[in-house]
Structures are given as structure tokens and as C-alpha cells.
Nanobody
Framework: QVQLAESGGGLVQAGGSLRLSCVAS????????MGWYRQAPGKQRESVAT???????MYADSVKGRFTISRDNDKNTVYLQMNNLKPEDTAVYYC?????????WGQGTQVTVSS
């Protein structure tokens, strides 16, 4: 059974930083494409950052230069370091394994950025 457990969300002022963590069980992160997605109220879920099994990373244009996705193979954990946060980054952030069409999603963690 695959489980993805996110943590690290919270309330932060604009310009601040947060690091999200996604601890995976039932799946080995280094063998899969892992990603972070987000969904703001009234908007569709969008891809924020992904890391492939080869370690290739991709980012949404809106977060390039501010967010960094990484993984710790020993801890089977994926991270999203978010710097210089903006109010428009406010959303529920979800960890994903296997891509947008997979069934493997975490429960989500709320990130709120105040102006």
C-alpha cells in the first residue's frame, strides 16, 4: 500500500521560506517520478515541481528560481524548499508519485502566504 505523508506547511509572510517534506512508504522514491502539485481555491491542481528517477528536475515557470525539489533516498523522502514566497503561492500542496494521472497522492498540506 502506497502512502505519501506531507508535512511542513503553515502560515508565512511574503518573502519567507518553508520546506515541505513527503515521506513515502510502499514505494521507492528514487525509482519513480515524484512531484509536488498545488491547488488554490477555485483553481485547478497544477504541477509545481517534479524529479525523475534520473534526478532530472522540472519546475513551473512561476516558481523557477524560488523553489527547489530534492529527495533523500536513505529516508525515502522528497522535499520542496520554497523561498521568497508570494501570496499567490497560497494553496494546498500535494505530494505525488508516478505523475498526474497516477492514484498516488498525499493528503495535502496548506501553505498560506500573507502580504
Amino acid at each position: 500500500q502506497v502512502q505519501l505523508a506531507e508535512s511542513g506547511g503553515g502560515l508565512v509572510q511574503a518573502g519567507g521560506s518553508l520546506r515541505l517534506s513527503c515521506v513515502a512508504s510502499g514505494i521507492i522514491v528514487r525509482f519513480n517520478t515524484m512531484g509536488w502539485y498545488r491547488q488554490a481555491p477555485g483553481k485547478q491542481r497544477e504541477s509545481v515541481a517534479t524529479i525523475s528517477s534520473r534526478g532530472i528536475t522540472m519546475y513551473a515557470d512561476s516558481v523557477k528560481g524560488r523553489f527547489t525539489i530534492s529527495r533523500d533516498n536513505d529516508k525515502n523522502t522528497v522535499y520542496l524548499q520554497m523561498n521568497n514566497l508570494k501570496p499567490e503561492d497560497t494553496a494546498v500542496y500535494y505530494c505525488n508519485a508516478g505523475g498526474r494521472t497516477s492514484n498516488y497522492w498525499g493528503q495535502g498540506t496548506q501553505v498560506t502566504v500573507s502580504s
